[in-house]
Structure formats: C-alpha cells, structure tokens
C-alpha cells in the first residue's frame, strides 16, 4: 500500500519544531513523548488491538518548550525516560508494566542547557549509559546498573562542546559504545569505550565539520559498520561509515539532499541491508530517500505532501522490516504521523455498544490479524470508538442477506467517525434479531458488519471476510465454513488461494 496519509495523532498538539520520540517497545505497540505547547512531558501509546489513546502527562513532569524526550526500553515491560527540567536538572522517571509510572527524580545532580537532549543507550537490559554536554560545555556520562543503581557524573576524555550540543552514542555490540558530537570548534568528533580497555581520545571523523550544536546521527545496521548523517556548514547531508574491515570512508554528500543548518537527519535500518532516511528539507517539505546494499541510494521524496518548520526532525521506527511509523510536529504545530506498509492494509474502526462476552475484543483482533496475514493483509485498527446506542444494540438484521438491510442497521452504519469510505466499520452489539453471532449485510459500498457479545474468537475476521467479498465454504478449517465459527475445526482456520485474491482486490485492501 505504500504511504498512508498524515493523520493528527489525539489531538496532540506541540511547539514548532518539537520532537516527537517514538519507541516500540514489541512490534505492536507504540509509545510517544513529547513536550506540550504548555511545558507539561504528555505521552500516548497505539496498540494494535485498541488504536491510538489519548495524551495523558507524564506524572506532573516539565521542561522548556522543545525539549526533546528520551526514551529506552531495557525491556518489553519497562520504560526510561529522560529530559532536561525547567531547573536545568536531568531528570529521569520510568514505567513499568507492574508498578506503573514512577515521580521524576533529578540523576546524580546532573545539569544541563535547557532544551539539550540528554543522550541514552541501553547496552543489556541491566544496564543503561547517560550523555549530556553540561552547562559548563563539558561532555559527561553516568550510569545505572541494575546491581549498583546511579554512578557520578564524569567528564569524558575531556570532550567538550557548544552549550546544548547533543551527544550520540550507539552501541554496536553490548560491550562497546561509540560516540558522536560537534566539538566547540565545528569539527566532527568520535571516542568509543571498550570493556576491555576503557575510553578511548577524542578524534575528528574524517575531516567532518558542522554547525556548533549539530546533531550526528548514527545508526549500526551490524555490529562491525555505523554509518553517519549530519547536515554539513553549507547545508547539504553528508554521510559517511565505518566498517571493522576498512575503518573510516570519506564524507560524500546524500543523493543531493539539504536542509537547515542543524536539522537532524533520523533514519532507521529496517532490515542490515536497508537504510531509510527523513529530514525536513529547505523548503520545509518533509522528505525521505534510501539505501538498498542491491541498488545503492535513491532519489529524495516528499512524504504524503508532510511539511514542517524548518529544521523539525521527523521521528521513525520500524515495528516490523515491511512497516514504518513517522511521528513530528506539523506547520500548525500539530502532532502528525503517517505510515508505510509494503504490503497491504485492511483499515478498520471498532465501534462500540456492547462488549463481546465470550471472548475479549482484544483476542477477536488478534484472531482476525493472525489470519489475515496469511493472506498479506494487515489489519490495523485505526480508531476505537464506544457509541450510546441502546435502540440499536439488539440490533433487527431481518433475514441478514447480502445486499439487503434493515433500518435499523441503516441507522448504525451512519456512525462512521474517523473512518475513510473505504475503511471497515465493524460494530459490536449485544445481540441481533433473529440472534446470530454476527452479521455483515450492509448497503452498497458502505463497509460494515456487525459482532455480538456471543461471538467466537473468529466472528470478527469472518464478517469481515463476507464483507470483502467471501461466501460460505463447507469445509471445517476453513475462515468462511457456514456452520458457526463455534464449529471451526484445525484452528487457526485456513483462508485459500482463491479467497485471498477476492480479498486483496477489495477496495477495503490497500
Ligand atoms: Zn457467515
């Protein structure tokens, strides 16, 4: 399906020029941070069996406009966030899936410029390394250790650089750090840090330069090769790598590419072989281009017709190697995303009256993802919607025939909120009349089905099914069998080839 739209995400709104941090911390979930146009740290999540939730604050906390949030997950069920305070104080809070969001705590005393990013990396899931340029222009790091907790601040290798400037560090294999910055003098500088031996001086990579409090962006798409992006002095992208074999490449400019001076470059390696890349260009459109090891680099490209202010990093993550999720603060200082899928998306809004009791929701999602999938399709849930309906939750199917529907379900299926004419509406209800486990007759084109509080685990991809276009089948192990998917035998059941066809030429499939 390629681009999707850019969409607002929960009516979150940000400063010009905010970033918004994204993490995902297992391939259906996502959490974002961001600092709100008040100075309050909000955060929302996505899930792929409830959608987006609303953006709530981060346990009281606060920092200048801007500011960027950090975020780490040692774990699938923990978070570390961390930010520079109103105070000039690094602050840090974490959640856990046991115990919740915990109150910020100030780390080791550490200080910095208002606004700096303070930099972290989780080399194992017990233990996380800080950076941050200190407010007297220092480059330092701490740690935590599950075993020890919190070290002191320390300066390293006697790094220096401008006031604010980020910091990068990337670890390319859990005994090994690598760091990044612009140093006071505009030229590019690395150290690394060993187990064995320790931190390493300070040198310039490759004759880079930049504008003091340039970000240096680097990414591992293995353990022996970085590659690094930085907007040059003269505005273009530059980039370079490092590989075990060959050590340090020259400095080469990106496909042409430039942007303001100090816009940070965000790419992501979908895969080691992929490299995907996104900045905010001269002209405040938002473009991507790539690198293929088979095909080497493409051309840049406007993203969805995204603009942003000028020098707006764009937030990405990529949840699966065929999905990526962008997140960044709009012209209108709203909070936008878009996704790219490489194979094909089923968009669907869950509406409803009354919760199904036989099985969760969550599982009836689940389920339908599960099969789906074999056929290429995604089933996201792009919006979650309860409706006050209570004339219509026993709801009058009559005869529930393709092509032939009641008022009362003409009456339900105008409750469309967020959703595009081709997206999927399924509503759950408590019951029908005559009681069925769920129904998908609908109006032409209008795409819809309805799942009663009774239904099975596989109800819901088996209306869906009807509605893309799938009639009965006798076998058992089958999606479709006319029998209930009380009765389906062999689970999960099968879709075949033939289904799968009707299904991906379905306008709801894209
Ligand atoms: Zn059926």
Not at 121 to 131: G, I, Q, W
Not at 318 to 344: C, K, M, N
Not at 380 to 396: H, I, Q, W
């Amino acid at each position: 399906m390629g681009w999707a739209s850019w969409f607002n995400v929960s009516g979150g709104r940000a400063a010009l020029g905010s970033p918004v941090s994204v993490i995902a911390r297992n391939p259906d979930h996502l959490d974002l941070f961001v600092t709100g146009t008040d100075g309050g740290i909000y955060s929302t999540w996505w899930d792929a069996s409830s959608g987006w939730a609303s953006w709530f604050p981060v346990s009281g906390g606060r920092a200048a406009l801007g500011s960027p949030i950090t975020v780490v997950a040692r774990n699938p069920n923990h978070l570390d966030l961390f930010v520079v305070g109103t105070d000039g104080g690094v602050y840090s809070t974490w959640w856990d899936a046991a115990s919740g969001w915990a109150s910020w705590f100030q780390v080791s005393g550490g200080r910095a410029a208002l606004g700096s990013r303070v930099e972290v990396v989780a080399r194992n899931p017990d233990h996380l390394d800080l950076f941050v340029t200190g407010t007297d222009c220092g480059i330092y790091s701490t740690w935590w250790d599950a075993a020890s907790g919190w070290a002191s601040w320390f300066q390293v290798s006697g790094g220096r650089a401008a006031l604010g400037s980020p910091i990068t560090a990337i670890a390319r294999n859990p005994n090994h750090l690598d760091l990044f910055v612009t140093g006071t003098d505009g030229r590019i500088f690395s150290t690394w840090w060993d187990a064995a031996s320790g931190w390493a001086s300070w040198f310039q990579v490759s004759g880079g330069r930049a504008h003091l409090g340039a970000p240096i962006t680097a990414i591992a798409r293995n353990p022996n090769h970085l590659d690094l992006f930085v907007t040059g002095t003269d505005g273009r992208i530059y980039s370079t790598w490092w590989d075990a074999a060959s050590g340090w490449a020259s400095w080469f400019n990106v496909a042409g590419g430039a942007a303001a001076p100090r816009s940070r470059i965000n790419v992501v390696a979908r895969n080691p072989n992929h490299l995907d890349l996104f900045v905010t260009g001269t002209d405040g459109r938002i473009y991507s281009t790539w690198w293929d090891a088979a095909s080497g680099w493409g051309t840049w490209f406007n993203v969805s017709g995204g603009a942003a202010a000028l020098a707006s990093p764009i937030d990405v993550v990529a949840r699966y190697p065929d999905h990526l999720d962008l997140f960044v603060t709009g012209t209108d200082g709203r909070i936008y995303s878009t996704w790219w899928h490489q194979t094909e998306a089923l968009r669907v809004h869950v509406k409803i009256l009354s919760e199904p009791t036989s099985v969760t929701r969550a599982q009836m999602v689940q389920s339908m993802q599960d099969v789906y999938r074999t056929a290429g399709i995604d089933v996201f849930v792009a919006s979650t919607e309860s409706l006050d309906l209570p004339l219509l939750n026993d709801l009058d199917v009559g005869g529930c025939t393709a092509g032939s529907t009641t008022t009362e379900q003409n009456q339900l299926f105008a409750n469309r909120n967020n959703a595009a004419a081709d997206d999927l509406c399924v509503y759950f209800v408590r019951s029908t009349v005559p009681p069925l486990n769920g129904c998908a007759a609908h109006p032409n084109n209008v795409w819809a089905a309805v799942v009663t509080s009774v239904a099975s685990r596989w109800t819901m991809g088996h209306e869906s099914g009807h509605v893309l276009g799938l009639p009965h089948v006798a076998p058992t192990d089958r999606l479709m069998m006319g029998g209930g998917t009380w009765n389906i035998t062999n689970p999960p059941p099968d879709l075949i080839q033939a289904e799968m066809d009707t299904m991906l030429a379905h306008p709801t499939v894209r």
